[in-house]
C-alpha cells in the first residue's frame, strides 16, 4: 500500500526548462516535506507545508517553489534548472512537525542536461 | 559547525559483529532524535526514535547523551542485510520544527 508517491520518479529536463516534481499521500498527514539530497549527502531540506502553512528554508534558492492545494498533494516547481540541481528529491509527511516519524516517498531523481 | 555530524565511514564489517556509529549534535535544545536506514537509491526510512532513557529492539539499541549531545546506535550480530547507510535525524524544538538529517554512515557487512 503506497503511502508517499512520487512522480515522476525519473525526470531528464533541460538547462532552463521549468519542471514539476508531484508527491501525493495516503496518510492524511498534517506536514508534508520537500528535500534535496545529492550523492553521498544529507537530506536537505527545502521547504514544508504545516497544514497550508509554508515554511521556506532560509538557503532554499528561489529558483524552487512549493504548492500544496490540498491536504494530499504538494508540488515541487524548478523555475530554471541548473546542472547544480541534478539530485535525488524526496518527499516526506508526518503527522506534526518534529517529534514524529516522517513517512518518505520513493523520491524523483532529476537529471538536467 | 554543521548541526548534525556522523562518524565519516564506511563500516566494513564482517557476519556477526558489532558495530557501533555515533551521531553528534549542535543545538542543545534539541528534543526529539532518530536513527533512519536508507537503502541505496531508496528513500530513508525510520530504524528507530532515540528515548532519553535508551531503547532496544532486537539487535540494534539506540543510546542518548545529553549533556555530550551524542547519540549512538549500535548492532549487534550484523546481517548481511544491514548493509545501508544510517543517517541520524534531530528535531531542534517540540512541535513545528523540521527535522535536520546527519550526511549518514554507511556500513557494509562482508560474508
Known amino acids: 500500500d503506497a503511502m508517499v508517491i512520487q512522480n515522476p520518479r525519473y525526470q531528464v529536463t533541460q538547462f532552463g526548462k521549468p519542471v514539476t516534481l508531484s508527491c501525493s499521500q495516503t496518510?492524511?498527514?498534517?506536514?508534508m516535506y520537500w528535500y534535496q539530497q545529492k550523492s553521498s549527502q544529507a537530506p536537505k531540506l527545502l521547504f514544508h507545508y504545516y497544514d497550508k502553512d509554508f515554511n521556506n528554508e532560509a538557503d532554499t534558492p528561489d529558483n524552487f517553489q512549493s504548492r500544496r492545494p490540498n491536504t494530499s498533494f504538494c508540488f515541487l516547481d524548478i523555475r530554471s534548472p541548473g546542472l547544480g540541481d541534478a539530485a535525488m528529491y524526496l518527499c516526506?509527511?508526518?503527522?506534526?512537525?518534529?517529534?514524529?516519524?516522517?513517512?518518505f516517498g520513493p523520491g524523483t531523481r532529476l537529471t538536467v542536461t | 559547525r554543521k548541526e548534525v555530524e556522523q562518524d565519516p565511514g564506511p563500516f566494513n564489517v564482517p557476519e556477526g559483529a558489532t558495530v557501533a556509529f555515533n551521531c553528534t549534535y549542535s543545538n542543545s535544545a534539541s528534543q526529539s532524535f532518530f536513527w533512519y536506514r536508507q537503502d541505496c537509491r531508496k528513500e530513508p526510512k525510520l530504524l528507530m526514535s532515540v528515548y532519553s532513557s535508551g531503547n532496544e529492539d532486537g539487535r540494534f539499541t539506540a543510546q542518548l547523551n545529553r549533556a555530550s549531545q551524542y547519540i549512538s546506535l549500535l548492532i549487534r550480530d550484523s546481517k548481511l542485510s544491514d548493509s545501508a547507510t544510517y543517517l541520524c535525524?534531530?528535531?531542534?524544538?517540540?512541535?513545528?520544527?523540521?527535522?535536520?538529517f546527519g550526511p549518514g554512515t554507511s556500513l557494509s557487512v562482508i560474508p
Open positions: 496518510l492524511n498527514h498534517n506536514v
Open positions: 535525524a534531530v528535531s531542534p524544538k517540540t512541535s513545528y520544527d523540521k527535522v535536520i
Open positions: 516526506a509527511t508526518s503527522r506534526v512537525a518534529g517529534d514524529y516519524e516522517q513517512y
